[in-house]
């Protein structure tokens, strides 16, 4: 019997991977995206992780490691001297190729229905938008993956215990998101604090697991220690900031006073000092809440400047798409967050929410996501995109548990 199921488990591993590697090469072949150093380097945020990887080496070189954590710097840099761009797209379509493979099988560990996983995969994949960020030298595609195998991880307790060497993976996998993102250093705490008080009893006594923890933290504390090497500060990166300054902060100058130049509002943002900020912001609360939110819808429904190449030739119809796509998107997240928040309102009365904590992880992260990028704009789908398996695999576990539910209902 085990040998019958492992043949079709194979069987379909190899169908799902045939169709999302036809699907891929269908994509590519109707885009005018190819690997080179020119697109891979298109953008100026790409040239900052280069450069930022080739300074992690040399702890007396200065520059764009200021921002940029190490993970995906160090990643992009390395690819490049081994095998060019070439080298760096393909380890990017193999990261989506993954993530794909991880959607799918984490909706299956939520449902045995097969509907459920094609459907998961089909939301997955017609996300052209990421499919051109891997031509990219960005972290976009690095953090869906990552994203993908916490969700996989996540989704993998809800059929086994959730137990201490489970947690340690996830927290190792935030530490790799907030050296690739800083964006994942509060989740990245969050957890690590979740984890310690939660497993105290099980690695008080026992220093290999205490060694395990450690381990599993390392990424922090080398990007810290690298941060504090080069430029005497004891933090992640400058990142968080100086995009609120430069973007939200001076997004509100520039309304305000009405100024015709972003880059005039940037300079009078970044030569405030924190009382000043404070100060500014509670006095015009309205208009800096308004803008807010105005820069999430913009954020969600964006359809990616990615799709622009340096020739200043573009993919018409994949644009189009990804535009109508994006603005869909937009509308779903609204009832996906109201029911997320039912459901978390019920758990809590019910006293489940620690037995559906899948869910409201998973929830709470991926709304974090939406809601912190708020700060910023002009960014087209790139604070949101990596979201993608997230949404999917939320989505999927509310419906089960409808479904679950709508089932006792009728029994």
Avoid at 231 to 258: R, V
Wanted: charged share 15%; proline share 2%.
């Amino acid at each position: 019997m085990r040998a019958v199921y492992k043949r079709l488990a194979n069987k379909e591993f190899f169908l799902l991977n045939g169709i999302l590697l036809l699907f891929l090469t269908g994509i590519i072949l109707n885009s005018p995206f190819r690997p080179s150093d020119d697109l891979l380097l298109f953008t100026s945020d790409s040239k900052t992780y280069f450069n930022a990887g080739k300074e992690f080496f040399d702890f007396s070189a200065q520059g764009d490691s200021l921002i940029r954590p190490f993970f995906y710097s160090c990643f992009l840099a390395l690819s490049y001297y081994l095998g060019g761009a070439w080298l760096v797209v393909l380890l990017q379509l193999l990261f989506w190729l993954t993530s794909a493979n991880l959607v799918y099988y984490c909706v299956k560990e939520i449902s045995g229905k097969p509907i459920y996983r094609i459907i998961a995969v089909f939301f997955f994949v017609i996300n052209i938008s990421l499919i051109s960020y891997t031509f990219h030298g960005l972290t976009e595609v690095m953090s869906v993956l990552l994203l993908s195998l916490i969700t996989f991880i996540t989704c993998k307790t809800l059929k086994k215990r959730f137990e201490f060497k489970t947690a340690v993976s996830i927290l190792f996998l935030f530490a790799l998101l907030a050296v690739t993102k800083p964006l994942f250093l509060y989740p990245f705490l969050f957890f690590l604090l979740v984890t310690g008080v939660y497993f105290f009893k099980t690695y008080r006594k026992n220093v290999k697991l205490m060694l395990l923890l450690l381990l599993a933290v390392t990424p922090v504390l080398l990007q810290l220690t690298a941060m504090k090497a080069k430029y005497d500060l004891f933090k992640i990166s400058e990142i968080g900031s100086l995009t609120f300054d430069k973007y939200l902060l001076a997004q509100g100058i520039q309304e305000i006073e009405q100024i015709s130049e972003v880059a005039v509002s940037q300079e009078i943002a970044l030569n405030m000092d924190v009382s000043e900020k404070r100060h500014y912001l509670w006095n015009h609360r309205n208009t800096f809440l308004k803008l807010y939110f105005k820069n999430i819808q913009d954020n969600v429904t964006g359809y990616g400047t990615n799709i622009i190449l340096p020739s200043g030739k573009s993919a018409p119809k994949y644009v189009k798409f990804m535009a109508v796509y994006n603005e869909k998107l937009y509308i779903f997240f609204y009832f996906l967050f109201a029911a997320f928040i039912i459901l978390s309102i019920r758990d809590l009365f019910s006293k489940k929410l620690v037995i559906n904590w899948q869910s409201t992880a998973i929830g709470l992260l991926l709304f974090y996501i939406i809601f912190s990028s708020g700060i910023s704009f002009w960014q087209a789908d790139r604070l949101i995109i990596f979201s993608l398996p997230l949404w999917i695999v939320l989505l999927f576990l509310i419906l089960n548990r409808l479904g679950t539910t709508l089932n006792k209902s009728h029994q």
